[in-house]
Nanobody
Framework: QVQLAESGGGLVQAGGSLRVSCAAS????????MGWFRQAPGKERDIVAA????????AYADSVKGRFTISRDNAKNTVYLQMNSVKPEDTAVYYC????????????????????WGQGTQVTVSS
């Protein structure tokens, strides 16, 4: 019903900034809660940030609080993850995810709560 395409990944120096984007097509974007997850080599896929369908509620992993910001532009069917003060441990494949909602305007922080996933974009932080 909805397709997700991440972009903006790449190589960035520690302490620098990067913004990854996720463009959605199909479905009604404003009805989807969105999330960013990441998976480093040999590690489980973990939540990075989540945002409610209306964009008024957000949540972040402790490891990125104060450094990353999730936002969405429903007019552009796009969700963003602004990554500031990046660290080598931020190196991972970053995935965009969507969850269809009907009534609630909340965020979701678990893998199993999302039904749609992008292909991922590689973010590598050099030191």
């Amino acid at each position: 019903q909805v397709q997700l395409a991440e972009s903006g990944g790449g190589l960035v120096q520690a302490g620098g900034s990067l913004r990854v984007s996720c463009a959605a097509s199909g479905g009604t974007f404003r009805m989807y809660a969105m999330g960013w997850f990441r998976q480093a080599p040999g590690k489980e896929r973990d939540i990075v940030a989540a945002i409610s369908r209306g964009g008024d509620s957000t949540a972040y992993a402790d490891s990125v609080k104060g450094r990353f910001t999730i936002s969405r532009d429903n007019a552009k069917n796009t969700v963003y993850l602004q990554m500031n003060s990046v660290k080598p441990e931020d190196t991972a494949v970053y995935y965009c995810a969507a969850r269809s909602t009907i009534y609630s305007n909340r965020y979701y922080t678990e893998d199993h709560e999302y039904g749609y996933w992008g292909q991922g974009t590689q973010v590598t932080v050099s030191s």
